[in-house]
């Protein structure tokens, strides 16, 4: 069931994500070829400049979008009149959650791929991926590190798998506030609303703790003096071990808006 | 009125205003279907926040092989009762049960729904939405929602956004309708046509519901429904104010179940 509610999700939300991803990577190959004659004639000034306007609106919207788009099905689909049909079929409430979640998620990772492919075709000429490389390489042997020593790895990793986990909960926080925000019948946006801005409060001042109990340990003081060669020091350096506390905090907050969402669309389910 | 004339054992008690109705079919699966209601309310109640009792202290035990009208004003808490047989509300007190299940996946395997509003997303076309209910529903049969679609002159291919108000709502009916299901609710499925499609969506229901299943229709325009039911309920101010079977009401009053209404919400 969940296959069929994200078959039916991805079409939904394909018939504008494509679109888009077809004119952004268009507006870069014209770009590229403006950028290629320019040089011998000025007089394509203003087509790209128009251009390159139109390709950062496109490059924002491919972002903005996932999060408008995963908002508006949630609210639409699972809570408004849609929801009439949703929530009669035979399906946990779960299921639900995950089908917008993961069709969220997928998008948010297209558009990345989407976004660095055009800037790799206006920015590519030969030899940039090595150049790119050796920037990089540079750069950690400057500091003392290189991509032999495991707590690199562990590192990178740490901090690759906090990003996800802020994406998921960027999603899931949206989600709980508009399962909670349904309650205010007759006034169900600004519930919604009012609930986000609760749950961010809350997970703010959670935060802040956190980092006062970090600022309190000589992890902290490592990690202000910005010494990026003490990564090299161990896998449960001050710099891993801090995207990894982190990241348990995001993965703790998803579940928490999980476990409400679910609730909420499973026992206080209210159409209107 | 039922469709094989084969009635299984029936039951609607509410509230102990008439004397309970029951009739042993000689159908195997009658015993087990008296054994557990089609749909059971107990002492259910429903107050949406800050307001009244939307439905109060509904007690209700419905079996199978019944077409029964849900009738009140508008108001009186019809709507509010069908979505919390479709657990789109939550009771406040009480409980509502089909064949023994609180409202969950199960009961949504039985129950075919036609809400009184257009839940059709507007991105899909008419073939695309049925074989969405192909995907979901196991009991859906998609060659009956095909024939009744050409019987109707509703092209398969067309957009939903494209069609008007009144051929979604007959989409809506066909997709309800091609269901196989034990229970169905139809929430006003005549209030906004005119007379002539009146008499094509009643025929639609009666032609096509699964022989055996009980359906529940809620109206306020009871003269065009009177001649199908078998039994009515009357709710008012969410309680239910009579029950029973259509023939004996209309015997003890000596008046129409059109009349009876008429008489009794008469402002």
Redesign the interface.
């Given at each position: 069931m969940l296959r069929k509610l994200l078959k039916y999700e991805l079409l939904s939300t394909g018939r504008i994500f494509l679109p888009l991803y077809l004119a952004l990577l268009g507006v870069s190959v014209i770009l590229k070829a403006f950028m290629l004659i320019e040089k011998s004639a000025r007089i394509y000034i203003v087509p790209q400049v128009l251009l390159t306007v139109l390709y950062i609106i496109l490059v924002i919207a491919s972002f903005a979008l996932v999060y408008i788009f995963s908002c508006m099905r949630f609210y639409k689909n699972l809570l408004g009149d849609e929801g009439y049909l949703m929530h009669t079929l035979p399906v946990k409430p779960y299921k639900h959650i995950f089908a917008k979640l993961f069709a969220s998620i997928l998008w948010l990772i297209a558009s990345f791929i989407i976004a660095a492919a055009s800037v790799i075709i206006l920015a590519y000429q030969k030899g940039l991926f090595e150049y790119i490389f050796k920037m990089i390489n540079n750069l950690m042997a400057a500091v003392g590190l290189s991509w032999s020593q495991p707590s690199v790895v562990w590192t990178t990793v740490a901090m690759v798998a906090l990003s996800v986990a802020s994406c998921i909960n960027g999603f899931m926080m949206l989600y709980a506030s508009m399962a909670v925000g349904q309650l205010l019948r007759g006034h169900r946006i600004i519930g919604s609303i009012l609930a986000y801005f609760g749950f961010y409060t809350a997970s703010q001042i959670i935060s802040l703790v956190m980092l006062f109990v970090i600022s309190r340990t000589g992890m902290w003081r490592t990690l202000e003096e910005g010494n990026l060669g003490i990564i090299g020091t161990g896998a449960w350096n001050p710099f891993s071990a801090f995207f990894t506390i982190v990241t348990v905090l995001y993965i703790v907050y998803l579940i928490l808006y999980f476990i409400i969402t679910n609730y909420m669309l499973s026992r206080k389910l209210s159409l209107e | 009125m039922s469709q094989n004339g084969n009635y299984d054992a029936h039951e609607i008690k509410a509230d102990e205003l008439l004397p309970v109705a029951q009739q042993e079919g000689d159908d195997g699966n009658a015993a087990a279907a008296a054994a557990v209601p089609l749909l059971e309310c107990r002492r259910l109640t429903k107050r949406?926040?800050g307001g009244r009792d939307a439905l109060s202290d509904i007690n209700l035990k419905i079996y199978g092989n019944r077409i029964i009208g849900l009738l009140g004003p508008n108001g009186s808490g019809k709507t509010t009762f069908i979505?919390l047989i479709?657990?789109?509300?939550?009771p406040t007190s009480g409980e509502v049960l089909v064949c023994g299940m609180r409202p969950g996946?199960?009961s949504?395997?039985l129950?075919s729904?036609l809400?009184d509003?257009?839940?059709?997303?507007e991105?899909m076309r008419v073939h695309?939405l049925i074989s969405?209910f192909e995907?979901?529903?196991d009991n859906f049969a998609p060659d009956k929602a095909y024939s009744m679609l050409e019987r109707l002159g509703i092209d398969p291919d067309a957009k939903l956004k494209n069609l008007s108000k009144g051929t979604k709502e007959k989409v809506q009916l066909i997709l309800t309708m091609s269901r196989r299901a034990s229970l169905y609710l139809l929430d006003e499925p005549i209030g906004g046509v005119d007379p002539a499609s009146r008499d094509f969506i009643l025929g639609t229901i009666l032609s096509n519901y699964n022989p055996g299943a009980t359906v529940i229709i809620s109206t306020h325009i009871i003269s065009d429904v009177e001649r199908i039911l078998d039994d009515v309920i009357f709710l008012s101010n969410g309680k239910i104010m009579l029950a029973g079977a259509a023939d004996e009401i209309r015997e003890k009053n000596g008046k129409s179940i059109d009349e009876l209404f008429r008489e009794v919400f008469k402002c």
């Open positions: - | 949406y926040t979505k479709c657990g789109l509300l939550m996946v199960e949504k395997h129950v729904y809400p509003r257009i839940y059709l997303n991105w695309r969405f995907d979901f529903y």
